[in-house]
Structures are given as C-alpha cells and as structure tokens.
C-alpha cells in the first residue's frame, strides 16, 4: 500500500501580500455542483459560471425561503475567475480563500461574521494499495454551505444519497448538521485505511517471526512514514472537533453537537489506534534488528563450528606431511590407521562439545 | 498467555447516517435476564420479547413503586428486534444505541436526558492462560440498570450473589450504586491478569539471566503487544472515572461518589503496574540485545583461540612439508622432536596469553 | 543491595462488596502501643484488646482534656476482631480500613469527616544490602493519631524520642504536628538509599570504564529496576504533599502546612535525584553496549591478523610442497633460506601495515 | 546545504551592569534606511545620523501628521553613537536595547510602554545550499517601525514593493500592519528552506535503500543538526504569535490580529513539518544500523561459504598428502580420480546445504 | 573540563527535629563581609561576631536611616554560633536556617514575613578545565541583604565594584535590586561554561567523524554527565524566577521585575542551549555506535577477502601436495609453471569480484 504522492504545496512567493492566491494552472476546470434542498424539495445540478451569478441574485434576494439550504461543491481550485466570484457572492475573507485554494493546509476552524470555515484532509482507498490525499474545505453559513476539493471524486457519495432519498434527519436539520454529516463521511473514511494497515500490520509480524530479510525492513519503515503521516493529518481534527464542543460556534446549534461529540469520539479511537500501531512497528524495530544479530550469531556458529573442528585435523594432517627423514611414526604399519581413528575422535569430541554448549539447536 | 482475539470491529459502511447498527449476524440469540428488586425483595427471570412489553406498561404505570430497581441483562448483540423494543421503552439516543452495537468502542462516559452510558471494556481470564475480552456498556436512569454484553458468561455472578442475599447496601442503594458495583466487579478482574502478568515477567527475567535464546524474543514482544492492549483499555477507564469525580453528573449521588474514588484509586494502581511493566519489558529487551552481542562475542573468542593457535603451528608444518632438496633440518635426526616440542610451546604460549587477556572465562 | 521482596497484594475476591478486608492469617498477632502526651506529661505503654475498650469510653468522656494527645500504633494487620474494634471507636469508613488493611496501597491522602488518612509506603535500609519496604498509614484526627503498619519495627524511634524528652514544639503542638514528624521520618529515610545507590552507581561507573563483563550487565538490570521501584513508591507521595499545600483540608492546621512544605520540598529532591539516577543509568546501558561491540572489535582484529599474516605463509608452504617433478626452485642450493627471508618480509610487511591502520593498539 | 555559521554570542562581561551593549566593532558601518509613507504619499531615503536628529524635532512636533508612518531600518550593529541616538530619539529602555544589540536572542515579544519589541531570527537561502541567519528585531509605537538587522540585506523587499505601489492595504494600515507584514516576510522565508530540507530527505531515503555508506551516516548526522537548528529558531516564534492572539497588546488592532492568525497557522505548519521531517531522520538512523548489520551479515555469510566449502576439502587433501609409508590408497590406480570426485561432490553438497539455508541471495 | 566534586550532601540524623543543622565541622570559619551604603555614601569591611551584636542594635535603633542597605555575606557555613547570631539577628525561620545550612538544597524562593530567601547554585569555571560549584542562599528584606556561601569566593566582584564605583542605578534601588544583582551574576556565569561546553562538542565532532576510539565514547558519556549535572542546577532556577514574575512576593518591587523578567530570558536561553547540547550528544552516540559497526564491517572485510582468496589457492596446493602415485599432472613438464598461472588468475578473479562488490574503498 502506497500514499498517492500529492503536489507538494505550492508557496504564494516570499513577500507577497496575504492572501496571494497560489494557482495550479494545469487544473483550469472547475466542475460546480450545486445541490439544493429544503425538508420537502431536492434538486441536483451541475452548473456554470453565469448560473452562478443567477445564485448571487437568488440569494439576496428578501422573500428568500429562509429554509431552502444550498450546498455548493466546487471540484478543481485551478480557475481563478470562478473562484473570485464564490468569494464576491459569499463575502469569504482574502485569508480565508487563501486558505482554500493554496493546499494542503493544516485542518482547521475559523469562525467568520458570515460563516464558519473547517480545513479537513480527505483521505481515502482508492483502490486496495492506494491511499488518495486531499484537501476539503467545507465552509457554511445560515443557508448554504460550500465544499472545496482540488480534484473531482469524492466520499460524499452516501450523503447526496441520503439528501435524496431523505433518509434520517438530514433535510430537516440546518446546514451545520449538513457539515457535520460531510466531516463525518471523511472521517469514517480513515476506518478501513485503519484495517488495511491492521493487516499490513499482522503481515509484517508472521513476516518477523519465520523469516526476516531486507526486504521487511524496508516494509517496516514504509509502515512507519506512512503511519507518521496518517497521524499527522489526523491529529489536528480532534483540535478542531474539541473546539466546536468546548467554544460557542454561533453557527453550530447545540442538536448537532450532539453529533459533532460522535465524530470527536471517532477521530479519538482513529488516533488511538494509530499511537497503537506506531509503538507496534517501532516494537518490530527491535526485533528485526534483534533477529539479525541473532542470524548473525547463527551464521558464526557455523564458522565456528566448521572451524574448530577442522584446524586441528589439518594441523595434525600437516604434521605428518612433513618430510623429517627420521619420523618413526610413519614407518610404522598402523600408523595410518591409528592417526585416522585419532582424527575421528577428535572431530567427533568438537561435535559433543558444541552439541553441549547448545551450538546445534541450528 | 494469549489474549483471545476478538472479531474485529465492524464498521458502518462508509457515509452511512449516524446511528447505523452494525449487527452480527451470527449471533443472533439475545439473552434478556432481568433482576428486579427493593430493599425487601429479589426476583430474577429470563424474559422475553413479550414480557419486555409488558414491563414498558409496568415502567410507566404512574403508581409505580419508586424504590424498586430493574437491571435488565442483555447478552448477545444480534437481534435488532430486541434492541430497538429497548431503545424504545427506555428512551435511547440513536447514537448511544451505535456505541452500544457497534463493538469495540473507547470507554467513556456519556450523560444523556434521562441516562447515564459508561462503555466498558471487561478483560478476565477464562483459564489461566486465555484473557477474554468483551464490550459491557452500563446504561442507568433512575431506577433501572441495563447492562449489553457481547456474548454470554460475565464477572458479574458476586453482585447477583450481593444482591440476592442482600449483603452490604446493595440493596438499599440506587441505580447508580448498582452501576457502580458492576464497574468494579470489571475493574477488579484486571488484578488477576496483571498477577499472571507478573509471573510471566519473573520467568522471563530468569530465561534472559540464564539462557535468552530466539523464543525469548518471542515471548519478550509478545509480552509488550499484550501490556500494549491492556494499557490501551485501561487508560480510558481513568477518564471515565475521574469525569465523574470531576463533574456532577447528576444521576450518581454523593454517597455513591465515595466508592467510585475507589474504583478509580484502583483504576490508578493498574496503569502504575501496567507502566511498571512497560519499563521492565523494555529493559528485557536490552538486556537481551546485550546477551545476544555477548554470545556473540563468545563465539567469536572460540574462533579466534583456535584460529590463532593452529594458524601459525599449520603453517610451520607446511613450511616443513616443502620439497626443497636442501633443507638441512629435516636430515637432523632429532628435528622432529625439537619441532614438535617447539609447537607444544607456542601453543601453550597462545593460551596463556589468552588466559592473560580474559578470555578463557568461557 | 537488593530490596526484600514483599508479599504481594492480596486481592479480595473478585467482586466482593467494597470494603472487604483481606487479612494475611500468618500473622495475626497485632501489637497495640498507646502513647499520650500533652505539653505536660507523657505516657507511654503497650495496651491489650480489653484496654482498647477503656480508651473508647475515655475519648468520649465529655470532660476528656482536649489537649491531651493519643498516639495509637497498630504493628500487624493480621488480627480482623482489633482492627474492628479500632473502626467502631474511631469511625472509620470501610473503604479507609480496606485501604489500610489490604497492603500494598499507592500513597495517597483522603479526608473523611472525623479524620484525615495518609497512606505511606516506609522504604528503609534494615542492613547495608537489604531494603525493607512496609507500608505506614497514618490517620489522625482532633486528638488522636493512628498509625497501622504491616510488621514490628519502624523508624518512628526518633519521634518517640523527640515526644519523650519534649524536644522541640512537638509535645505543644496538634495530632496534626505528630503527623507531620511521622511522615518526615519516613520521607526522611529515603535519603541514605539513595545514599548506597550512588555508590553503586560509582562503582558500575568505574566496572564499565575498566573491564566491563556478564556481570556488569546483570547488576546495570538490577540497578534499573530498583531506581523504577523507589520511583515508583516516592512519586505519588508528592501528590500527596502537594495536595496539603494546595487544598484546605481542615485538620491540618496553617502552621503545620509551612512543615509540609519542607517534607515536599525533600520529596521534589528525592524524584530529582531518582530521575538523574535513571538517566545516568541509561547511559550506562548504551556504554555497556559500545563496550562490548568494541571489545567484539578487538576480537575480530586479532582473528584477521593472525589470518591474513599466516594464510599467505601457508600458501607460500603449500605452493612448495607440491610434487611436481619439474619445479626447478625445489633444486636450487639457496631456495630454501630465500623463501624463508621472503616469508618473514611478507609477515613484517603485513604487520607494518596493519600498525599503520591503527589495529595494534590492542 | 550547511548553515552559514554565525558569529557565537558576545556575552556582556560576566556581573556588567543590565543593559550593556556588547557591540561588534568589526561591523562598525550601520546603514540607516528611513521609509515614510501614508495612505497617499510614499517616500524612501538613506539617511545620516545628523538627519536623524531632524527627525527626533519632527516626530515631537505638536502639528505632526498622526497617519504619517515612519519606517526605520537600521543595518548592522556596530554604530554606538547611533543606537543611543535612536535609544534618546525612541525612548528605547536600556534592557530593550541590550536585546536588540546583544545578538543573537531568543525570539519573543515585549510590550513597553510607547513601544513593541518583537525579537526574531530571520533564516533565508542566499544561495541554494547555504541557509543565512540573522537576528531581526522589529520595534513599533503608535506611527513608527524600528527594524534592526546584523548585516545588510533582507528578506523585506516585496514588503518595500508593495508600500511603494500600495498593493493591498499596507499603505492604509498602522504600524502594526507593517510591523505584521515584515514578521510575516520572515516566516515565509522559511517555506524554501523546508522544500530543500525535503529534497535532502528524499534523496537520503533513497541513498538508504541502494547503498549506504559512511557518507550516508554523516549526511543523516548533518541533517538531524540541522532540523535541530531550525527547531530551536522557529519554536519560540511560536510563543510569540500565541501571545499576540491571547493577551491584549494594546498596539496591536484587532483587525491586525486576524492576519497574525494566518502567520500563527504558519508557525504551526513549519513546526509540524520539522517534527514529522526529525521523526523521518531517527528512523533513517534505525535503517542505516539494521543496513550495517545486514551488510556484516552478508560478509560473514561469504566467509563461511568459502571456509565451511574448502576447510574439509584442503584436510582431506592433507591426509592424502602425509608421508606415511603404509597408505594403501595411495597405491591404487584410481585412487586420485576417485578422491577428486569425492571433494567435488562434497563440494557441491555445501553448496547446495547453502542454498536450501538460504544463504545465497547474495 | 570536569566539575569539580563536591561534599555529598551531609544528611541531618534521620528522624531529628525539622531545622537540625549538619554542620561542616572542617570549615568553621565563617567571613563576614558587611558592605553598607545608600546614595551617597558606600563602606566595606570585614567584621568579627562582636560587631554582629552592634550591627543588632543599630537594626532596631528607631531613627535608623531608612535609605540605607546592608549586604552582610557570609563565607563558610561552619560555625553555629555566628549562624545562630544571625538567625537570631534578622530572625530567621528555623527551615530557613537549615536549608542555607544543609547544602547543597534544590534552588527555590519562599517568602517569610520579614523576609524573602533565594537559593541558588552557583556554577562559575575556576580555571578553563573546572567548573565549581557552590550553594549561595540569597536572603532579604527591607533594608538588607544576606548572602550565605559554601566557600570563599564568589562571582559577585563586578556587583561589589558596581557599589562602590556606583554604576548604574544600583546604589539607589532597594535591596530587591541587589539581590537581583546577585543572582544575575549567578546566571552570568552560566554562559561561559555553555561556551567551553560548545567547544568540546566541536571537538568531540570532528573527532567523531575522523577517528572515533574508546576514548571517544568515554568524553562523549562524560559530556552527557556533565549536560545532566547542569541541567539540574539551571532548571529550578527558571521556577524560581517564574514565580517571581507570575506571583505578587510583596518585597520585590514591581520595577525591579522587569530585570527578573531579563534574567528570567537568561535562564530560559540557558535551558534552550542545554537542551540542544544534550539532543547533539546524544545523537553522537549514536554516529559512535554506527562508526564502530562500520569499522566492525571493515574488520571482517580483510578477513573475508584474505580467507577467500587464499582458502581455495591452498586447498589446489594441497591437492598437488597428495602423494598419490598414479597423479599424471604432476609429471608433466608444464604443469608447475600452468597451474600457478591458474592460481594467479584465480587470485585476480577473486580480487576483480571484491571490486565489484565495492569492498575495495577501504
């Protein structure tokens, strides 16, 4: 399993004034899809830059349905022209959008006078060994709310799904619960990125046990940038979650909190588990590293071994190599024999040696 | 000692609206055992779904005995029938219902309108070797108790006995003293495991003084993964705990507050022991990575003796093994005995200057 | 040194009401030493169970002298009808006498209605090696302190001196004074432990430098795991002092307090000196390991000179005891010495080398 | 990439009198740069110290234009005369000053009361591979900014661009907006610094994989300092930002604070990325240990391939090559052919015990 | 460099009464330096005990001089009569008395009624290579100030020379501004011995990388000691400072607090650097433990490629070297002269390998 590497992030240059906005000029498309729907309507369609001013007119207008909520979502941050209008018909602050369009940033939430601005790290399975990283920004006022993406393809799937077919209370609630239910379809999202590591995990150790080669530790350290990095997107949604239920977001009623304390307890397990793996994997560290002085010891053993039994048979063997002319042992008709018997006791002695101090559990 | 593996959570799908139980569908069987008594009687029965029924009329009746206390067992999580009569008569929140269903959760504590939900992990050994381990969510109001376990066979039989012969004030006591005697009964069967713990650590101490070998390291990283999870259930609980010491919750009374400060007093001494544990396990594990390198060191001192000794005595014979026509030694008639004599001592000469150095401790 | 190894904790059965004492039936015998003092007079005497009684009526006597002061010290926690006894006439709460009974306890400090209650653990050198380790708990309330402790023997010989001979305010001063002095006698009692420690650490400083061996390691472990011992024993003590400063608990008057201050101000010396203990301790263990791949080194130099000087001679030897028939060097006159200057240049020239590569510092 | 190393702190003579400069007289040059501006005019000149005293006159002018802003900068730090002239002309405390002159300090901010002092550490990349740093102290009262440099030279030339073309709203903000953009400039300067960092990682990582070698330990070395460096620079800023955002400057506007915000999210990032990019470099050092004993593993398996394959085969030679007279083998006509089929056969029967072991992926 | 050892602190018998004084029965005699002075006038003498009486009266003669100051400083701790006249004198506390006594205390700040007492420790370089280090106990109140020195000597020369030349303001502060005089000597020190501190580690550093022996290890664990040992001393201090700042002590006036705010930076840069120093030394252990790996590998590389080379070149010789009779090579004319050309290519071939496979950097 491998981390789709992302664009590095793009920086405004030094100096520039805030709110620079830094644009991947090879992504010019920006899809926008506009969803609106009330507790007893729902209508979904993609649509274009002049619809949009249309919404801008739509929106200010007095007699608006207070209870109608639009949920705009923008695939794409490479067209500047569009993204000046959202910030035009939505009052967004130039540090906010900023924010948005210059990725990735570090989760977040900042309340605005019009609206609330959450900052969230999509991340997902694309396929079994991919793991797709994205930002989205979901910023939401009164009526509306807004999702950035910077590519299409989504996780927000289930929820279009339950808008409409009115599944729950979701039409029902204000755009906040709207929120809610975007965050809480990213964050469910890090599950089965979980379980796929959980099996990585269990791999790795069946791995460790019978056989460890070079190639597991080049795994095990996969295994720890990527949980590193998994970590480091994940850790900075619990602060943004613990300060939705520990301030007073105006614009986030207490009903959804409720729920918003549900995500909270997600992202605690999702870090949970994370500090678990890591201590595992730093665990398998040790062991590999123990497991190769161990291979080492063994491999030494047989030197050892191979050694001490033959060096002194070549000795004795080269003793009688020796041309002294008066060397009456080799005149003798047993001699040979007899050396040969010699040699086998003392081969033989080495072995039980060895075999007692434990050399030949090999 | 292992620790038996749990299913592995099972997650909503992806998206799905909040409050989505996840039910496992092979165990379908939902065992209801209902306890119902005051301070003058005790009645236990299983029930069934109909008698469930007839106990939401008898809950709401208006004339309703005050100082009678229900707890109401459920083992089993699969029938969603059953679950939702409860949620039902009882009045539960969609989402208390998921973290109920949908094991493991973290342990926590949550306060709604008319319940408090403390989630629970109970660890007990089955047999000596075996830890089981099992979701218990402890759910109270006024005067009623519901426990949910995931299967069948609890820690709980003392406080039925408690109950049934009515020793100490179990029974005069509320709901929450009942909440709270059935918390301590999960918190107080950790002290076994972490007795047999502490066997497991004496021996291994022994194993790594006298003989470490590659089963050590085993059993060493077993030994942490296991001390990993454990601290990983137990650490919430000290959360839950000191919440309630913290905060007024105000479902559990003064009086019963008393004995929760020591359960969580308890809860304290296991994360010490746990921790204490750690550290130990983690000095093994150096120890063992020095003994390894010691062995190795030992192995190599027995190459490099014998290496060192026969080396140069195999290269005099080899130097006496050359066929030069003149070499006026071998024609001497005591050459080889003076040559052997000379070998004689440069081995001894080698040993002793072996034994100088430290090395024959072997 | 090594630290006398306790009884472990007696668990009370799984389940067992709150409160449940777990008596050590081995040593039921339980002293009782009653000591009264005010600023005029002292009485000190060992007392029976009947006498226990006579001290009951005194102390509720309406016309009892408040200023008189009782010191009632319970050695042996073995004998279940005193120790009730000792909870009627002092109005202990159950779980304070489960905490007292059932050793061993963290430190810690409660405040009950009629009585404050420390829990201590006495660390104490009974000889140069041995460390005795006993758990203290003092209760004291307006006029009276109790002290329970598991054994005979305890290091309170200077305050009862100190009471005796009236020196210093301790005889004018309240129950809550006494206590203090007990407490700072043992806090105090850590201090030649560390004492001996530091030798040790001494000693395994210099052991490492010189000859670092098997042994070294072993007592490295040992040293460890003592300093994680007394850690753990002196850390929660000072959550207790800390406690006492922070909080008004009403039996301790403001004028003690500026003593406690002195007995946390010991307690904060006493973790700083373990902590540095532990962290030089650490250090020992990574130059233990250097150590011994150094001294791996050394072995290996002497294995690779020895062979690279003599396998080259012994190739040399072999070449020229070949049995060619036409090897015309095997006739010249001089072959013989010449081959043997060359043979001695080669090894001169081998061993130069490796002089100049620095191996033969060994 | 190496860090232009910079001269070490002058401390002050040991006991001096608080406030005494410890001035650099190798830098006696000190470049007065004066930038006056406001909403409708902009002005730029290098000034003399005898202009400065014409500017003391006008800022004391009773009729000076309140949106007129001065901004000061001073380029090295050698110049007495000027600093106490500056110090007279700002009402600059002498502890102020000292912070200012005694380079470098610990970044932090100080509010006195007709001034700011915000201490900074600028690090920028003059040239691809040399990270320059430099202490910036940027102090600023109602209608001026002080900024005092080390040397000439600065990350603040798109802050001089844009109040010469008033981009943005810097020519209609206070002096704290300013004072914000040059913090601002600094913290973006260390985003390139980063990137390269990040390129350093990558092609270690893969330096680690292929082919570690010395080298690659001094890199890592060389690397891990560095982040050391950075870390210790960019973490105080930190304190300094959250400072602003918590307590109340009274300098600083609350329209000014939602863009020290957006520099605090910064801080955050660049911390966040140097501790995930220091966790990446300690696992560098892990893999590099386990590369190093895999690679002894690899040599040692060479050895005793070799030694274990012809140890036996130059013995058996070495019997045959004795000289005992009565060796009946040796007579044989296919004595030899026969034996050399045997050492080949016992030969490959190594070879192939090797390979079942696994000792041949080499 | 090395610190040099001081007496291990003395304990008081354990058990004694609090304020019991271990007094240095070596060191009786105690200097005692009055300075006296206000504005306008500056005196400096040693006095005897006698004039410590008269000292006595003036202090509580009622038209005593309001503005003048007296720093009484005592040298040596040894004799308790002048201890006792002191405490007697300004009437200080007996816990008081016993932590100036009692060295070497934990650095700390408690206010008393009539006065304030800072413990400090002192840590100056004697000469280049000794850092000494001695408790100094700063007393102080109204109108006075008393220092308490293990030994004598001390830093405090500039201050003294400051008084009498009266520099700066301290003349017309208060004794709060004197004090702070004194312990911003104390902390001045410190940064001389973090430079010679920083040029050992450059030393230790290109010693690392060029030729790392065991006497290597031993400066490195050395360095690691002495980073712990300072630590230690400095840390507290940064409490004590803090408290000043955060807390109202009622004799520390409030323009005096912006310079304990200065010595409060010292403190914490202090800390910063050894911090830094301690994370460098540690990473040298572990590019120490790495180098001896390597060198291990490079070790065992020439014995591998000795063993290689020759192993099989002998065993050939060997074969030649059998006495079979039937062995038709050997009487051939060419088969000396081609066999060594065999073995000289063997040789090559073998070597060319090693080439290949990089062995040869060495």
């Known amino acids: 399993m491998h981390v789709k590497k992302r664009n590095t992030r793009k920086y405004a240059p030094v100096g520039a004034r805030p709110g620079t906005l830094v644009l991947d000029t090879n992504k010019e498309i920006t899809d926008l899809e506009l969803i609106r729907f009330s507790s007893d309507h729902f209508e979904q369609k993609n649509i274009s830059l002049a619809e949009l001013d249309k919404l801008n007119e739509e929106l200010h207008l007095p007699q608006k349905k207070v209870n109608e909520i639009f949920w705009l979502n923008v695939s794409g941050l490479g067209n500047e022209q569009v993204l000046r209008k959202i910030q035009e018909i939505f009052r967004i602050h130039e540090l906010t959008l900023a924010d948005i369009v210059n990725v990735p940033q570090r989760p977040k939430i900042e309340e605005q006078e019009d609206y609330v601005l959450i900052i969230s790290q999509m991340l997902w399975l694309k396929d079994p060994s991919t793991i797709s990283n994205e930002q989205v920004s979901i910023l939401f006022g009164k009526n509306f709310v807004i999702t950035f993406q910077e590519d299409p393809g989504d996780v927000f799937d289930p929820v279009r799904d339950r808008l409409k077919k009115s599944k729950g209370t979701i039409r029902k609630s204000g755009s906040d619960y709207l929120a809610y ?48 990095n998994i970590r480091r997107t994940i850790w900075p949604h619990r602060e943004v979650f613990s300060a939705i239920l520990r301030d007073e977001f105006q614009s986030i009623k207490k009903s959804t909190r409720v729920y918003i304390r549900d995500v909270y307890d997600h992202t605690i397990e999702i870090i949970d588990v994370i500090e678990n793996y890591r201590e595992i994997a730093a665990g398998f560290m040790d062991v590999y590293l123990s497991s190769v002085s161990n291979k080492l010891n063994d491999v030494m053993k047989v030197l050892t071994i191979i050694s001490t039994i033959f060096m002194p048979l070549s000795f004795i063997a080269g003793v009688y190599g020796m041309n002294f002319e008066n060397m009456p042992e080799l005149k003798t008709t047993y001699g040979y024999p007899v050396l040969l018997t010699i040699m086998t006791l003392i081969g033989l002695g080495m072995i039980l040696w060895f075999k007692k101090k434990g050399w030949f559990k090999i």
Do not use: H, V
């Open 181 to 228: 239910a975007l965050i809480d379809s990213i964050i469910d999202n890090y599950f089965p990125i979980l379980e796929s590591i959980g099996e990585i995990l269990e791999d790795l150790e069946s791995a460790l046990i019978s056989n460890p080669d070079k190639d597991t530790l080049k795994r095990i350290y996969n295994l720890k940038r990527q949980l590193l």
